[in-house]
């Protein structure tokens, strides 16, 4: 029985004294806190100007593994991004209405302003005139704020 009692209290020692939450599974977490339907205005930047209604459709799969967020026009799926950690990193594959697959790592999480960097890492199903793993392709990087 003592060594029982023991055990139990090496467990609760353990789980007392985790290690903290990676910034990449705290970011992920926030993300999960969208789960839901918003709508807004998407405002173009860089070469194009403009804004357009858009809606956002927020979910979890994979046991809370992951976050999708899925963009809707006039109830339309029109791209989708889906969110997960890999390890201490967090990155993101974007389902581009172009029919290519653009995937970025965080390169800077600021939870306190609620930040989130993206960098370009690679991409599928690119034309032969795009470079596949380019930082100076057109996808470049993205930040979400959450």
Same mark, same amino acid.
């Not at 926030?30 to 804004?51: E, Y």
């Given at each position: 029985?003592?060594? @029982?009692?023991?055990?139990?209290?090496?467990?609760?020692?353990?789980?007392?004294?985790?290690?903290?939450?990676?910034?990449?599974?705290?970011?992920?977490?926030?993300?999960?806190?969208?789960?839901?339907?918003?709508?807004?205005?998407?405002?173009?930047?860089?070469?194009?100007?403009?804004?357009?209604?858009?809606?956002?459709?927020?979910?979890?799969?994979?046991?809370?593994?992951?976050?999708?967020?899925?963009?809707?026009?006039?109830?339309?799926?029109?791209?989708?991004?889906?969110?997960?950690?890999?390890?201490?990193?967090? @990155?993101?594959?974007?389902?581009?209405?172009? @029919?290519?697959?653009?995937?970025?790592?965080?390169?800077?999480?600021?939870?306190?302003?609620?930040?989130?960097?993206?960098?370009?890492?690679?991409?599928?199903?690119?034309?032969?005139?795009?470079?596949?793993?380019?930082?100076?392709?057109?996808?470049?990087?993205?930040? @979400?704020?959450?």
């Amino acid at each position: 029985m003592a060594r @029982r009692a023991g055990s139990f209290a090496a467990i609760a020692l353990a789980f007392a004294f985790a290690a903290p939450e990676s910034p990449a599974a705290a970011a992920l977490a926030r993300l999960a806190t969208l789960t839901g339907d918003w709508k807004g205005t998407a405002v173009w930047t860089g070469g194009r100007s403009g804004s357009y209604p858009m809606e956002a459709i927020y979910s979890t799969t994979g046991a809370g593994s992951a976050v999708v967020e899925t963009l809707t026009q006039d109830g339309d799926a029109v791209m989708s991004t889906v969110y997960h950690a890999d390890g201490a990193d967090l @990155r993101m594959t974007h389902y581009c209405g172009a @029919r290519n697959q653009p995937r970025l790592k965080a390169s800077k999480i600021d939870l306190a302003s609620g930040a989130i960097d993206f960098a370009f890492v690679d991409a599928t199903n690119l034309s032969s005139r795009m470079p596949r793993t380019s930082p100076d392709s057109k996808f470049g990087s993205a930040t @979400r704020t959450i």
